[in-house]
């Protein structure tokens, strides 16, 4: 590990005394991209730099013990400064390993969150609509920008299928652990004999792709235009606004009549239809990942769950990390972070369990 942090401050300095001369500043794509890699490696050096300089001091305390001889008082010190030395490095010795865990490079993207009612009828049409509340309030709650692309919504404003774009800083990072079967249990509002009912939804988390990452054919594109409609068939508008996209290499089918202008459902249409062929690609170039997603996202059965929602004992589980909190009214409006954070923390420790020294 201490030859990785070697070689990251070496290469930290170079970076340092190149963004200074005249002939980078004056390219700017390449000395902006010489501060990105500054700004990311900043955390590993501070730290490293407090963990070289607690491990001296330790040295030095552990000289002061050995040298004071029959003076307890100064041993009583040095102990103590010792101790307290001890704990700063093991603090500081972890937070290196967790800064060293390869990044994900999609963590700062934006997110294209779709939500789809699974098992349970109307009951999971109306679980996808408080799901879709849940996550535009969390949004809310971190001042990310949100969109919604995508709704097809039922008689009882319960959701069939909802597409939303989330855009803000490290998006992707929080929200990717959301993928998934989430299942209720609760008393619908159409259940009269008070029976508590098992229903789910699946969440599938995409981040959002740019032009370049994405090669996308326009010639592989249906386009198709048509009247936005609402509930029950009325008429949102009288042009052609809605747009229905269909890469017919795959097969995939994106649809967008949020918008009244042609040209911004078009828009939001391709930007879906980039992140799902990105996704698509990637689970084609790495099988593992394919499996990962199958089996989080599953069927959308209530058997397939990553997370419950009981509504009468107020609980939220997530069964990947086994952690229940009590909190279930806070959460539907968007407190997430807890359970988020110990995904977080669940998956930086298996990333650490691999961590080669």
Not at 184 to 205: D, F, I, K, L, Y
Not at 314 to 340: A, C, P, Q, W
Request: with cysteine; charged share 30%.
């Amino acid at each position: 590990m201490l030859d990785k942090l070697d070689f990251i401050v070496e290469k930290y300095k170079e970076l340092e005394a190149a963004v200074s001369k005249p002939e980078i500043i004056g390219n700017q794509p390449l000395w902006q991209k010489y501060i990105k890699e500054m700004s990311d490696m900043e955390p590993i050096v501070k730290t490293y730099s407090s963990f070289k300089k607690h491990k001296q001091e330790l040295s030095d305390a552990k000289e002061l013990l050995a040298g004071a001889g029959g003076d307890e008082e100064m041993k009583d010190l040095a102990k103590l400064e010792i101790s307290g030395l001890e704990d700063e490095i093991n603090k500081e010795e972890e937070q290196l390993k967790i800064l060293l865990i390869p990044k994900d490079p999609r963590d700062e993207k934006n997110v294209i969150l779709e939500i789809r009612a699974g098992t349970g009828g109307e009951e999971a049409a109306l679980f996808g609509s408080d799901l879709l509340r849940m996550y535009s309030m969390y949004a809310d709650s971190k001042n990310w920008k949100t969109e919604i692309i995508e709704l097809n919504e039922t008689g009882l404003n319960g959701i069939k299928e909802a597409v939303m774009l989330i855009k803000g800083k490290g998006a992707f990072s929080r929200l990717k652990y959301e993928s998934g079967v989430h299942r209720v249990q609760r008393v619908p509002t159409t259940e009269s004999s008070g029976r508590v009912h098992t229903s789910a939804a699946t969440v599938a988390v995409l981040p959002e792709m740019d032009d370049v990452e994405v090669d996308l054919n326009p010639n592989d594109v249906r386009v198709d235009v048509y009247r936005s409609s609402g509930n029950g068939g009325q008429s949102v508008n009288t042009t052609d606004s809605a747009v229905r996209l269909t890469h017919e290499p795959t097969g995939i089918v994106v649809t967008c009549q949020d918008e009244k202008s042609q040209i911004k459902n078009k828009d939001k249409a391709f930007k879906v239809l980039k992140s799902r062929l990105y996704n698509l690609k990637m689970e084609e170039q790495n099988k593992q990942l394919s499996d990962e997603r199958k089996s989080q996202v599953g069927s959308g059965d209530r058997s397939e769950r990553i997370r419950t929602y009981n509504f009468p004992q107020g609980r939220v589980s997530d069964h990947r990390i086994g952690l229940t909190i009590y909190k279930l009214d806070n959460f539907m409006n968007g407190d997430i972070d807890e359970v988020i954070e110990g995904l977080i923390t669940a998956d930086q420790a298996a990333k650490m369990s691999k961590f080669g020294e």
